[in-house]
């Protein structure tokens, strides 16, 4: 497999459940994103790790829960989730540039369908 | 408040003619610039990039321009092909926040034969 792969690309789920999403990357990549799309709004970053650093956006609510076990795999662990977190999860990769005169693009997944009833 | 803005939420354009696509920022610290390309249920693809120290930047039939005093880039497509429909993404980088883009909303470009 190459690329940015993601799993599931449906998810539907009530407000009790928990699920996670899972990412993982083939690009020998050593930053992993979570980015957040909802319908007719830009792409939101939710988090980062890099550099085993992780970096958050603080509106993110605490019912996402983001975990980085290596540089390849990247999960987003769900729980009591609400109607309007419904939206596509989108996963990235990319060389972090810091320290580096190359400027290295995201690469994105295919993305997780999410739907909260 | 949106950083980075794309206005034109669509465009058509007929096949063999240019496409331009325009985005505005606010940020002055932005120091790069990418254009990503996504069709239906696909993630985005990266498209080509302009770094803020060049004005032009030119890949095939993409090219990007940067007005750093405008706060301006846009993208033109010569010629537009129908494979090139999809929503268009602008993306820009702070020059001290790592990888961390952030996005415009998007023009999505209609390319009729």
């Known amino acids: 497999e190459t690329g940015v792969t993601q799993t599931p690309r449906h998810l539907v789920m009530g407000m009790t459940n928990k699920k996670s999403l899972k990412c993982e990357q083939h690009?020998?990549?050593?930053?992993m994103y979570w980015y957040k799309q909802s319908a007719k709004k830009p792409l939101e970053l939710m988090f980062v790790?890099?550099?085993?650093?992780?970096?958050e956006n603080n509106s993110v609510p605490s019912r996402f829960s983001p975990e980085c076990p290596n540089s390849s795999h990247l999960f987003l662990h769900l729980h009591t989730l609400q109607p309007e977190d419904s939206a596509l999860y989108l996963c990235?990769?990319?060389?972090?540039?810091?320290?580096?005169?190359?400027?290295?693009?995201?690469?994105f997944g295919n993305g997780t369908r999410l739907t909260v009833t | 408040d949106q950083q980075v803005k794309q206005n034109s939420p669509s465009l058509s354009v007929q096949e063999g003619r240019i496409s331009i696509l325009n985005c505005d920022y606010t940020?002055?610290?932005?120091?790069?610039f990418l254009w990503y390309k996504k069709y239906p249920a696909e993630g985005p693809t990266f498209l080509i990039s302009?770094?803020?120290?060049?004005d032009k930047n030119e890949d095939g039939r993409f090219t990007v321009f940067l007005n750093k005093s405008a706060k301006h880039l846009s993208l033109h497509i010569v010629p537009s092909q129908p494979g090139d429909s999809a929503v268009y993404f602008c993306?820009?980088?702070?020059?001290?926040?790592?990888?961390?883009?952030?996005f415009g909303g998007g023009t999505r470009l209609m390319v009729k034969p």
């Open positions: 690009l020998g990549h050593n930053a």
């Open positions: 790790y890099s550099l085993e650093e992780r970096v």
């Open positions: 990235a990769s990319s060389q972090d540039p810091r320290g580096s005169s190359y400027n290295s693009p995201l690469h």
């Open positions: 940020n002055s610290m932005f120091d790069y």
């Open positions: 302009i770094s803020s120290i060049k």
């Open positions: 993306a820009a980088r702070h020059n001290n926040a790592g990888n961390m883009l952030t």
